[in-house]
């Protein structure tokens, strides 16, 4: 499972990450802005999401738009982990989506996610989401939430799965680190996967909070939560080799602008109050 350059292995596939629309302060000095190639591959990512979910019985086809995509109201907002193949063709994608701090349990995805179960699995779910938001802000680190994972057939079979959950890992501590949260699906051992790199169910005063059913979906779910610190220490290795990658691949911006405005205040804070100055007289230039 050891990368090569530009993130893609010897399997002729690779990374290319997708920066979300605001992406603030961002360690990427590689970061290009790209509108074109940010809205096809992020069209891509929705039709082999659409393709998948409605394959899987976990959508219905008047869910989709027009041309088979499956849009989300969190994918402007979230960073994309997607893997190509030799033609830039997406074969595997998941979204990683990080809250500001002062982020309340019904701004979270997960509150719409179990907002028609029983009113006493719901509270249960907040007390422990808001325990592990306030963990999060306690400690300086982001909240995110992980979702839209689908891999394409063609790589069931392969290392792909746990790899993509390896590199979240690395960019959710190359992002400063991250308490997280996944409402995963059972269906193709995609929560399992999840455990086995680290995560662990969604604890409410030392319990567990128990799968459940989402009729939506159609599929019973599993809340898995991470914290990027402590990841299977089997894994700890290959982790910082996808920290090291991320230094390479391709990091795309959905516009010029986001890309000048990061890496302008990425300069002002290493540099200090000066360049901060300079920096802000730039802008408004």
Known sequence: MALISMGENRLGRGFIVLAPTQAGLVPFGHMAGDPSRHCRLLGESQRLR??????????????????????????????????????????????????????????????????????????????????????????????????????????????????????MYALSQTLGGAIALSTATTRHNSSSILRRAGGKSLSERGSEVPAYFDPHYNCEMEMVAFDSRFPNPRYAGWIGEFREALLQIPIIAPSEETVTSSLLHLHAAVMGPVAERVTDASLVA
């Open 50 to 167: 659409g393709r998948i979910y409605l394959k899987d019985g976990a959508i219905t086809e008047d869910e989709l738009t027009f041309d088979g995509r499956h849009i989300q109201p969190a994918d402007d907002s979230s960073w994309h982990l997607l893997t190509v193949d030799r033609s830039d063709k997406v074969t595997a994608c998941i979204r990683y989506l990080a809250h500001p701090a002062g982020t309340f349990y019904s701004d979270l995805e997960v509150s719409k996610a179990v907002s028609h179960q029983p009113s006493s699995f719901v509270s249960r779910v907040e007390r422990a989401v808001q325990s592990e938001v306030a963990k999060a802000n306690r400690l300086n680190m982001t909240y995110v939430e992980l979702g839209g994972w689908v891999v394409g057939e063609e790589l069931r079979c392969s290392t792909e799965a746990i790899r993509m959950v390896l590199m």
